[in-house]
């Protein structure tokens, strides 16, 4: 199936919609999943969360997750998203949200926090798509290959309206030169792009929940409820990819 995304230029791969993208890593199961886990309306979560999970994929296309690490093939950084938004979802019913606070609270909130927990997830490692990584793409009625910058929109959005479909190649930086300030920078600013405006809408109606967000995207929280169950599934995601093997 992955011929199928080749480019006639060798390790270059053609732009997709997130359909395709997520139809090549057999993704139906996980987003099934992700919305029993939810909890949520099925119309809530297809006019909040789906979309995000769509426009997450259109992001980072067919990227690996690392150079040579866990989820290190085309595809594992979506691959790895989608294990870690499961997972995250489904410890998180044993949870209680905000910390500390009494059950009516808790209760109240429990949509709120459900929205904190599934982005905090979700968005946890799209710094990489510009601190790791180095993305070139192409048009061709463009004169020559430039660098994707991801504020720009996603490779699909800046392919879209053209006769010419973009095609992209991925590239890693040095270690010693990759700005992980900018990661986390990265991420909060591509909340505003990812999530759509009810999703924010209703997040904002909850100040302290999307406080929690902010600071855990940006890498202010370490150590919160949040912040460890987040790190629960990245680990949980990341050793059954070691376990596993490349695919």
């Not at 259109?58 to 790895?80: D, I, K, N, R, W």
């Not at 982005?119 to 009625?141: E, N, P, Q």
């Not at 990812?194 to 999703?199: M, N, R």
């Amino acid at each position: 199936q992955l011929k199928a995304f080749q480019s006639a230029k060798a390790g270059w791969i053609k732009v997709a919609p997130a359909h395709d993208l997520l139809a090549l890593v057999q993704a139906d199961t996980a987003l099934d999943h992700i919305y029993i886990q939810s909890r949520l309306s099925k119309q809530v979560f297809e006019r909040d969360l789906l979309p995000s999970l769509h426009k997450y994929a259109e992001f980072v296309q067919l990227m690996p997750a690392s150079e040579s690490h866990h989820h290190a093939h085309a595809g594992g950084l979506l691959t790895h998203t989608l294990e870690m938004v499961l997972a995250t979802l489904t410890w998180r019913k044993g949870m209680f949200f905000p910390e500390g606070a009494v059950a009516e609270v808790t209760s109240a909130q429990q949509d709120e926090w459900t929205y904190v927990v599934f982005y905090a997830a979700l968005l946890h490692d799209i710094g990489k798509v510009m601190t790791d990584l180095r993305v070139t793409w192409h048009r061709k009625d463009l004169p020559q290959p430039i660098r994707w910058m991801p504020v720009t929109g996603t490779l699909w959005e800046l392919s879209l309206g053209h006769k010419a479909s973009g095609e992209y190649i991925v590239g890693f930086t040095p270690k010693g030169n990759r700005d992980y300030a900018a990661h986390s920078r990265l991420a909060v600013t591509l909340l505003q792009q990812i999530a759509p405006s009810s999703a924010l809408s209703f997040l904002a109606k909850c100040p302290p929940a999307f406080e929690s967000l902010q600071e855990y995207l940006t890498g202010q929280d370490k150590k919160s409820l949040l912040a460890r169950l987040i790190s629960r599934s990245d680990q949980t995601s990341t050793a059954k990819a070691l376990l596993e093997g490349t695919k």
